[in-house]
């Protein structure tokens, strides 16, 4: 079932399912318990 996903990207037209998937990857990689000890060290937390 879709709603056991986080995501759903259309394979219809690569280039633009490419995209969205980079975005995905982008957002992945600023989610909060990924960089909160990194923001935590630069304000002195």
Do not use: F, T
Not at 21 to 27: A, D, F, H, L, V
Not at 31 to 37: A, L, N
């Amino acid at each position: 079932m879709m709603s056991n996903y986080d995501y759903a990207v259309v394979n219809d037209k690569i280039p633009n399912a490419v995209k969205k998937i980079e975005g995905i990857i982008r957002s992945e990689h600023l989610r909060v318990p990924r960089v909160i000890d990194k923001y935590k060290k630069i304000i002195g937390e």
